[in-house]
């Protein structure tokens, strides 16, 4: 996942002016602002800098999102290990300006670029694949992870008041992991997480259902839109990122086989019907989460205001310059009236595959159906 916090942030600006340094006195590059223009100084291209700790490789460039990410552990580096990271992906960058996507990471362009510039191997080779140990917290996420998704396979109850009791329960269970969890960060310097799900062509109204779906589970969603593609970012703690991850792979699919349904049922047809019965789902589960509410004491209401103040910050943390668009579109109120029907009886229970593969406990998916 991409991490963020204070301490990060300084991280990143640090990184950012010791690459326009490279870019300035190796390879003579003009920069203004964050923002880099070629040899002919009519095109220009972002500085844009993550830091993460999904991948092995110390450091990458994604072509795609214009992106130099490096690993959360180049903080506690040397700086001259640092400098030969930024160097490596750095070349990368300009591999892909000067010769368009290659076949192999390490080409003979991507070479022969080091070897102008006077790179040795200590930048050739400076990319390198770390072991993953589990961390404590790691361990502790995996857990609270497991806990919600058996609360969760309750609301699969005949049931409704044990459905309704499990689905409250089990987003106390994760209010409490947010407040208490050291992923949370100390107040000096907060961690925040964000992973990116679903890209896509374009923006659809099936992801902003799903996007609607998943902030019930205190989780912040932001469309990021470049390079030809749409996808959904996840913002706030590991494991609800988790979470949302796993029910927005679920109702990806599970959407169109209500939709499926609906037209044969219901007899409906085009895309308006169709985007008008996606939205409809999404106010419909949004609204019975909000009636659910009813039911937590004061103690966790009070702390999910706290929760929702800390998102709220920290999308400002990790977007400092975000525009807000407002989607609009023609509808139908005959599909949103049947989606939001839909919504409203809508669970999403995890279920448990107890076979092992490839010595290693697999989980099935999320099922989402109707109650």
């Given at each position: ?13 640090d990184i950012k002016e ?8 190796e390879?003579?590059?003009?920069c203004?602002?964050d923002?880099f223009?070629?040899?002919?100084q009519k ?9 993460y700790?999904h991948?092995a490789?110390?450091g990458y460039?994604?072509a795609q999102?214009y992106e130099l990410?490096f690993h959360?552990?180049l903080m506690h580096?040397s700086?001259e290990?640092?400098h030969?990271?930024i160097?490596?992906?750095l070349?990368h960058?300009m591999?892909?300006i000067n010769?368009?996507?290659t076949?192999?990471p390490?080409s003979a362009e991507f070479?022969e670029?080091c070897?102008k ?9 400076a990319s390198i694949?770390l072991?993953?140990?589990?961390t404590s917290?790691e ?6 992870f497991?806990k919600v ?5 309750l609301?699969?109850?005949s ?7 499990a ?8 209010l409490?992991h ?11 310097d907060?961690?925040?997480f964000?992973?990116r ?5 374009k923006?659809?109204?099936k992801m902003?259902?799903?996007?609607l ?9 932001v469309?990021?839109?470049?390079g ?5 970012e996840?913002?706030g703690?590991a494991?609800n990122?988790?979470i949302?991850?796993?029910?927005a792979n679920?109702l ?8 499926t349904e609906a037209?044969?049922?219901?007899r409906l ?7 008008s019965f996606?939205?409809?789902i ?6 019975k989460?909000q ?6 004491t004061q103690?966790?209401t009070?702390?999910?205001v706290?929760?929702e103040?800390?998102l709220?910050d920290a999308?400002?943390?990790v977007?400092?310059?975000?525009c807000s ?8 109120p005959?599909s949103?009236?049947l ?6 009886q809508?669970?999403?229970n995890?279920?448990l595959n107890?076979?092992k593969k490839?010595s ?7 099922s989402?159906?109707?109650?």
């Amino acid at each position: 996942m991409f991490v963020y916090s204070k301490s990060i942030g300084r991280f990143v600006h640090d990184i950012k002016e010791t690459i326009k340094q490279i870019l300035q006195m190796e390879i003579r590059l003009v920069c203004r602002g964050d923002r880099f223009y070629d040899r002919s100084q009519k095109i220009s291209y972002p500085i844009s800098v993550v830091i993460y700790n999904h991948k092995a490789p110390l450091g990458y460039f994604d072509a795609q999102f214009y992106e130099l990410g490096f690993h959360e552990r180049l903080m506690h580096s040397s700086k001259e290990q640092l400098h030969q990271i930024i160097r490596h992906e750095l070349a990368h960058y300009m591999t892909f300006i000067n010769h368009g996507p290659t076949e192999q990471p390490h080409s003979a362009e991507f070479k022969e670029f080091c070897q102008k510039m006077g790179w040795g191997e200590e930048v050739y080779r400076a990319s390198i694949c770390l072991d993953h140990e589990q961390t404590s917290s790691e361990w502790e996420e995996d857990g609270v992870f497991r806990k919600v998704k058996k609360l969760m396979a309750l609301t699969a109850s005949s049931h409704p008041h044990e459905a309704e009791q499990a689905m409250i329960k089990s987003q106390q269970l994760l209010l409490k992991h947010n407040l208490e969890s050291e992923y949370v960060g100390s107040v000096q310097d907060e961690k925040i997480f964000m992973k990116r799900i679903m890209q896509q062509k374009k923006e659809t109204a099936k992801m902003r259902a799903i996007g609607l779906i998943l902030k019930t589970f205190f989780v912040n969603i932001v469309y990021n839109r470049g390079g030809g593609i749409t996808c959904l970012e996840i913002l706030g703690n590991a494991v609800n990122i988790e979470i949302a991850e796993y029910v927005a792979n679920v109702l990806d699919t599970e959407l169109e086989k209500f939709w499926t349904e609906a037209q044969k049922n219901a007899r409906l047809k085009g895309a308006i019907a169709k985007n008008s019965f996606f939205l409809g789902i999404a106010k419909g589960y949004c609204n019975k989460i909000q009636a659910l509410k009813k039911e937590y004491t004061q103690h966790v209401t009070n702390a999910l205001v706290v929760l929702e103040k800390k998102l709220t910050d920290a999308q400002s943390l990790v977007y400092p310059r975000l525009c807000s668009k407002k989607s609009t579109g023609s509808y139908c109120p005959t599909s949103s009236k049947l989606g939001e029907k839909i919504g409203q009886q809508l669970n999403i229970n995890p279920a448990l595959n107890k076979q092992k593969k490839n010595s290693e406990e697999q989980l099935e998916y999320f099922s989402a159906k109707r109650g």
